[in-house]
């Protein structure tokens, strides 16, 4: 799990999720991240409650334990008072508690598919590279729940990497099913 998200788990269960309201499990008919994993990638760690989902992939021949890079997938189930941005705030807050040299920045607010969105990006060099991290995020504010997908390195990828997956980061969108036939179509 990216060292982000351990934090994550303990700080949004004190702050936000006092409040949340609670969703046994996402319903049938309704939103739907559109997101495809990469063939090479498998699912590593996967956790649920009635409050969120977590689902962690990382390329085969790689471990949990020792991964290279992953890709992490949250799901806020009612969302948690948060807007996109103010989540996307918050986590590089964190990386910056977490990392006495930490850098990071929102890259862009917008609206995609009527949904609120938001994508950033975080360094966190540390002395040793199981606490270093290179990461891509987008949040989207969904309508039900809040999602969080997360393109995570354990050392700094090249600049074509990061143009891959930036591609891949901002490719992802939410749908809702209930907005008719086309809503979650090509």
Same mark, same amino acid.
């Given at each position: 799990? /990216? %060292?982000?998200?351990?934090?994550?788990?303990? &700080?949004?269960?004190? *702050?936000? %999720?006092? &409040?949340?309201?609670?969703?046994? =499990?996402?319903?049938?008919?309704?939103?739907? %991240?559109? +997101?495809?994993?990469?063939?090479?990638?498998?699912?590593? $760690?996967?956790?649920? @409650?009635?409050?969120?989902?977590?689902?962690? $992939?990382? /390329?085969?021949?790689?471990?949990?334990?020792?991964?290279?890079? +992953?890709?992490?997938?949250?799901?806020?189930?009612?969302?948690?008072?948060? &807007?996109?941005?103010?989540?996307?705030?918050? +986590?590089?807050?964190?990386? @910056?508690?977490? *990392?006495?040299?930490?850098?990071?920045?929102?890259?862009?607010?917008?609206?995609?598919?009527?949904? /609120?969105?938001?994508?950033?990006?975080?360094?966190? =060099?540390?002395? @040793?590279?199981?606490?270093?991290?290179?990461?891509?995020?987008?949040?989207?504010?969904?309508?039900?729940?809040?999602?969080?997908?997360? =393109?995570?390195?354990?050392?700094?990828?090249?600049?074509?990497?990061?143009?891959?997956?930036?591609?891949?980061?901002?490719?992802?969108?939410? *749908?809702? @099913?209930?907005?008719?036939?086309?809503? *979650?179509?090509?």
């Amino acid at each position: 799990m /990216p %060292l982000i998200f351990r934090i994550l788990f303990v &700080s949004l269960a004190i *702050c936000l %999720l006092g &409040s949340a309201p609670l969703l046994a =499990k996402s319903p049938k008919k309704g939103e739907v %991240l559109l +997101m495809q994993i990469p063939k090479n990638y498998k699912r590593a $760690f996967a956790d649920r @409650t009635p409050r969120q989902m977590l689902q962690e $992939f990382i /390329p085969k021949g790689q471990n949990i334990k020792s991964y290279r890079e +992953m890709i992490s997938l949250q799901i806020f189930y009612g969302g948690l008072g948060a &807007s996109a941005k103010d989540f996307a705030k918050h +986590m590089l807050e964190l990386n @910056t508690k977490i *990392c006495p040299k930490a850098s990071g920045r929102i890259e862009a607010l917008k609206r995609e598919n009527r949904y /609120p969105t938001a994508l950033y990006s975080y360094a966190c =060099k540390a002395k @040793t590279r199981a606490r270093s991290e290179w990461g891509l995020g987008k949040v989207i504010e969904g309508r039900d729940s809040l999602y969080v997908v997360i =393109k995570v390195w354990k050392k700094a990828p090249s600049k074509a990497r990061l143009k891959k997956w930036r591609g891949f980061i901002q490719g992802i969108r939410l *749908c809702d @099913t209930r907005r008719g036939k086309k809503a *979650c179509g090509p």
